[in-house]
């Protein structure tokens, strides 16, 4: 029997993804599908679960909060629908194998290439942290890797009981897997990987207890992150201190997952003690922002237990300008974004505009309700007119809106002339991003190289059903980007 919601082979979701090959159903029972962005041209990853609805709304919330996090060790999110009957999330998709997987079947790591691993997983936290979230899935089963060097962290969840500490600890759970081969039973994830070996009280063997080699700095490192009676790092004190293991000094080797040790530190070393650790940290931290000057932009995701196509991605490189990396929501205040209607008229619907940009989703700005979906038949579309204050390099525009059917586009302009010239603004603006269906989520990406003061979210003559009417109604709009220079 046919599940209920359950997609074809073929078949197009949202007017946009074709459902391409069934890879698996992960461990919540989401399905997980590669597909195609057609609009795009460009592969997804779609998990799928049924019914939507209050069953799927942990899924979206997570998707939703994982697209707030733009880092290259988390993957991307593009798009979150719920159509009732069944609900999706469409993310990047990665060639990659979970490390769950790679251990279970190759056996531990050296411990070069463990730390480096741990130390994407750590940067990726420390992103999702800044930007006031937390990740709560942090497992083998959810750090992917890839055959380019690649390491990405998918799969958030929502959870009251995940905390920035809770991640952390789990950081050194995957390390100890990574160097050991086997996953501490406390934390969530193990799969098929056997449970950490156990000393005198029923404590975790330290991983030198486990296995010959492990380099003494390591080794207490992991022991600490596990310790409950030791209190941890924060995500970002613990990506400097694994930076150690991970940045090179000499040109990097070539080939898959090939990582790189600092030739400046002997890596069996005695134990640093932990206030000399922090130390290091401090000093490895101000180098990499006196050599950078980087700036890591914020905004996370759902992806399968078991996800294949994940998203991997490398350190960012010191040398080059990536803008998708060091892009930064813009903030945004309530008198710098406006209605724009090709009909002009007294009485508007720009009441409530504001809450569009002031950060709390539970607001809104809805447009008219209308007797049919092309507003009616009376304009073209109508949309949100928002004034940066200054030039900025435009990374993506995130809109979150309250129902999924709404055709949305990015256009920009040189100037904002008024509301009287609104019915200009409609024809002659250029258009950034082309209209798109949305699910409750869309992310709108400039299809070129854009830097714009004016931006203009603009919504065209397809809206969704609404009681007994269409309207749309947003909750929230981001724009990610960089000051231009």
């Known amino acids: ?61 997570a998707a939703v909060a994982a697209s707030r996090v733009i880092h290259p060790n988390i993957v991307g999110v593009y798009d979150a629908i719920d159509e009732g009957h069944r609900a999706y999330v469409v993310r990047e998709w990665v060639d990659g194998r979970p490390l769950r997987d790679v251990v279970s079947r190759e056996g531990p790591m050296e411990a070069h290439r463990a730390a480096a691993i741990a130390h994407a997983v750590a940067e990726a936290l420390s992103a999702v942290h800044a930007s006031g979230f937390t990740h709560g899935n942090v497992h083998p089963g959810t750090v992917l890797l890839s055959g380019d060097d690649r390491v990405v962290l998918g799969d958030a ?20 897997c990574a160097l050991t081969g086997y996953w501490p039973r406390e934390f969530p994830g193990a799969g098929v990987l056997p449970d950490a070996p156990r000393v005198e009280g029923g404590r975790i063997a330290s991983p030198r207890q486990v296995r010959g080699g492990v380099p003494p700095f390591l080794d207490e490192l992991t022991s ?27 040109p990097a080797l070539s080939g898959p997952l090939d990582f790189v040790t600092s030739t400046s530190i002997a890596v069996d070393s005695a134990p640093a003690r932990p206030g000399a650790r922090r130390f290091l940290f401090a000093i490895v931290a101000l180098l990499v922002v006196a050599l950078a000057g980087l700036v890591v932009a914020t905004t996370f995701l759902p992806s399968g237990d078991n996800a ?102 990015l256009r920009y302009g040189s100037e904002d002339p008024g509301r009287n010239a609104d019915p200009q603004i409609a024809e002659e603006w250029e258009v950034a991003a082309p209209p798109v269906r949305a699910g409750g989520f869309i992310q709108l990406t ?40």
């Open 1 to 61: 029997m046919t599940q209920v919601g359950a997609p074809e082979v073929g078949e197009i979701l949202a007017d946009r993804y074709r459902i391409e090959e069934h890879i698996n159903d992960d461990a919540t029972g989401r399905q997980v599908w590669r597909g195609v962005d057609v609009i795009l041209r460009r592969p997804v990853t779609i998990l799928l679960r049924s019914p939507g609805g209050k069953e799927a709304e942990e899924m979206l919330s």
């Open 157 to 176: 969840r929502i959870s009251p009981d995940a905390t920035p500490e809770t991640d952390v600890r789990a950081v050194g759970a995957v390390l100890y």
């Open 224 to 250: 600490d992150l596990l310790n409950p009676a030791v209190q941890p790092l924060t995500s970002a004190e613990l990506a400097g201190e694994l930076a150690q293991f991970s940045v090179p000094e000499e």
């Open 308 to 409: 294949a196509g994940g998203g991997v991605t490398p350190a960012p490189t010191i040398s080059s300008f990536d803008p998708a990396q060091q892009a930064q929501p813009i903030t945004i205040s309530p008198n710098q974004v406006r209605l724009v209607d090709p009909v002009v008229d007294p009485d508007d619907e720009e009441d409530d505009i504001e809450n569009v940009v002031d950060g709390d989703q539970t607001t809104s700005w809805p447009t008219n309700t209308y007797v049919s979906p092309d507003f009616g038949g009376l304009k073209d579309g109508m949309g949100v007119l928002i004034d940066l204050g200054a030039p900025y390099l435009i990374t993506s525009v995130e809109v979150i809106f309250a129902q999924p059917g709404v055709t949305v586009g």
């Open 446 to 485: 400039p299809t070129e190289e854009l830097t714009t003061q004016y931006l203009l979210v603009w919504m065209t003559d397809e809206l969704p059903s609404y009681q007994d009417g269409y309207r749309a109604e947003i909750q929230e709009i981001t724009v990610n980007g960089v000051p231009a220079s």
